[in-house]
């Protein structure tokens, strides 16, 4: 009963894949820690400080923590207030002969941030990987549809035809983007090394006698142990949180995409022309027994608002370090970081479970064509009249009379449009009569559509998720199924 008694955040309870929670888990955190410090000592020892074999093979061996351990850090930390230095002593007990070297020369930052970065690498990787498959589901829809007729809209204003699979380029389009985006802020991101306290490697020019070179050999090898090809040159205590700004902002970026999409797919349902996945057994209103709410849509949009705004945590928090640094960014960044990364996370998998069930109705798209082609047609069929000799001005004039005629059927009695009727019962049309029915197909109004759709995923998508670790990705996904 304890867990149902104790708030959870239902990002990491109710929504988030299990990769990514557990990315931001205490668990990975503090196994990171202490693999940071094996970084750190084999580093050391190479370079010729006095550290044992032994010390080194006792921390390899306990990386991972047991609960027990867990239990002595929070005890040493409610002593202490100290985060790291309670993780310091805990590890020297299960490490007894390497605790007088544990964190040696480091501050609490060397482990923090350097941790900190190598979860948001990892976690851009995830988010990554999971929008190349809803790029290469949203593409197989796209060109299902490539050449399916739909009204287009502009101002929510019924407008020229588009196709459903163009409309869809559209958002493949701008996840193209925030995948390039994504994936420039994780090939930029470096690492903080071994800097010291205030950044100037003081601490561990000392422990080299004065040799810089050493020192900076070390920033060199730790980083190359913890995986990154290099360091930023120069730091505070802290790694600027300017790249954490830099890091949100792709990430707010593809909240706005998600939150256009998201909204596109509710108008649409509200049309009955598609809609997301509805169970069997799904309810959508506790009152009204009948309805089929888009809850998964609005649900992407709700997060992708939540998404949008945490940035705005990134940049404030930037813009107000002192100096060397100060401590006020801790606990914000502790919310903002794994929210925000778990929040996309959550985002694109509940996109990628609507985009494998999305419900399309072309007989209720080719009757709301119906009801409003023929006043589109109108310049088609003045056209198609002079090109059998008649009078443009004459023309245009007997059109506009009975569109407003079948205006008023429409608007002022509810009837359906009739415009087409009233062209055939007319004999000044008489020479096109014929031509009627090819004049109004639906087809013949939707220009270039069906043809960019396939160039688009030609020499677009699919060169944009062409590389090995994205096919990899993208073959060995299953579908997603929502766990509420």
């Not at 708030?7 to 820690?33: D, G, N």
């Not at 796209?142 to 007729?149: H, N």
């Not at 694109?348 to 999305?358: C, D, F, H, R, V």
Request: charge should be negative.
């Amino acid at each position: 009963m304890e867990a149902f008694e104790t708030y959870q955040t239902p990002l990491s309870s109710r929504y988030a894949s299990k990769e990514m929670a557990h990315l931001f888990s205490p668990a990975k955190r503090f196994s990171t820690w202490r693999q940071l410090w094996v970084n750190l000592a084999i580093a050391e020892q190479e370079l010729g400080l006095p550290i044992s074999e032994q010390a080194i093979e006792e921390m390899k061996n306990n990386v991972e923590l047991t609960p027990e351990q867990f239990e002595i850090a929070a005890a040493e930390e409610k002593k202490r207030r100290h985060d790291v230095m309670a993780h310091v002593h805990t590890f020297g007990k299960v490490a007894p002969a390497a605790a007088g070297i544990i964190h040696l020369g480091a501050t609490s930052c060397y482990v923090t941030d350097n941790a900190d970065l190598i979860f948001i690498r990892e976690a851009l990787t995830l988010l990554i990987r999971s929008l190349s498959i809803l790029i290469s589901r949203l593409s197989g829809f796209a060109a299902q549809y490539r050449d399916l007729p739909t009204l287009g809209f502009t101002h929510f204003q019924p407008a020229q035809l588009t196709t459903v699979g163009k409309r869809a380029t559209l958002w493949i389009q701008e996840l193209l983007w925030d995948l390039r985006n994504l994936k420039r802020a994780r090939d930029d991101l470096g690492f903080r090394g071994v800097k010291g306290t205030t950044g100037t490697q003081g601490s561990f020019l000392t422990l080299f006698d004065g040799d810089h070179e050493k020192v900076e050999q070390l920033d060199q090898l730790v980083t190359k142990l913890s995986g990154f090809e290099y360091a930023y040159p120069v730091t505070s205590q802290t790694y600027s949180r300017k790249i954490d700004a830099d890091v949100l902002a792709p990430l707010a970026s593809l909240g706005a995409t998600a939150h256009k999409i998201a909204t596109d797919i509710r108008l649409l349902a509200n049309l009955k022309e598609i809609e997301e996945p509805f169970e069997s057994t799904q309810i959508g209103s506790s009152a009204m027994a009948y309805k089929r709410n888009p809850m998964r849509s609005e649900r992407v949009c709700s997060l992708a608002r939540h998404l949008m705004v945490l940035h705005q945590n990134a940049l404030m928090t930037s813009s107000v370090q002192w100096f060397e640094r100060t401590l006020d960014d801790s606990a914000n960044r502790r919310i903002t970081l794994p929210e925000a990364f778990l929040t996309a996370d959550i985002v694109l998998s509940t996109l990628q479970n609507i985009s494998e069930g999305l419900v399309v109705y072309p007989k209720v798209i080719a009757r709301r064509i119906s009801q409003e082609l023929p006043f589109m047609a109108t310049e088609n069929l003045i056209m198609a009249i002079v090109k059998k000799g008649g009078d443009r001005q004459e023309a245009h004039e007997k059109i506009r009379v009975l569109s407003h005629e079948a205006g008023y059927q429409v608007k002022q009695l509810g009837l359906e449009n009739d415009l087409l009727d009233r062209v055939r019962a007319d004999p000044y049309f008489e020479p096109i009569k014929p031509d009627l029915d090819s004049l109004l197909d639906p087809a013949s109004f939707i220009g270039r559509a069906p043809q960019q759709v396939d160039t688009f995923l030609k020499d677009w998508v699919e060169p944009a998720l062409a590389s090995k670790e994205l096919q990899d990705a993208i073959s060995a996904s299953q579908r997603v199924e929502l766990s509420v």
